[in-house]
Structure formats: structure tokens, C-alpha cells
């Protein structure tokens, strides 16, 4: 068994393994100053748009809670005035 597995270590340590000749060139593989310049822009243009989304409900919120303040002022009111 011993022997087995040293002819196996041998024969796998002997085994070349394939180098690749030549790869991509660097441009074609790489998105560049381009590419860093678009996914920047669109990563802050996503940002703005989150803020003003989250203003703009913000502020939806505040209008429906005085809205109903001013119900219950004037219904609470209403009730003084039967009275």
C-alpha cells in the first residue's frame, strides 16, 4: 500500500500542469477610469434620489399627522360648541 501511493505521488508530482501562453489583454478585461466614472455616477445619483425619497415622505407623514390634529381640534370643538 505504501508503494502505491508513493508511485501515485510521483506520477501526480510529474504530471505537468498546462500555463496558459498568453492571457487577455489588460483592456479588455478591465472597465477603466470609463467604467469607474459611470458606476460612480450612478452610485451617487442613487443616493440623491433615496434622500429625496425619504424627504419627501417625511413630509407627506408630517401633513397627514397635523391633518389630523386639526380634525380632532375641530371636533372636539364641535362638541364644546353643542354643548
Known amino acids: ?3 502505491l501511493l508513493l508511485k501515485a505521488g510521483v506520477w ?11 492571457g487577455p489583454n489588460e483592456d479588455q478585461v478591465t472597465p477603466g477610469v470609463v467604467g469607474f466614472t459611470v458606476t460612480f455616477l450612478i452610485a451617487v445619483a442613487a443616493v440623491l434620489l433615496v434622500i429625496d425619497m425619504v424627504r419627501r415622505i417625511r413630509r407627506v407623514r408630517y401633513r397627514a399627522e397635523i391633518a ?12 364644546d360648541d353643542e354643548k
Open 1 to 3: 500500500m505504501p508503494q
Open 12 to 22: 501526480l508530482a510529474a504530471t505537468p500542469t498546462p500555463t496558459p501562453s498568453s
Open 68 to 79: 389630523e390634529k386639526l380634525d380632532a381640534e375641530q371636533a372636539a370643538e364641535r362638541t
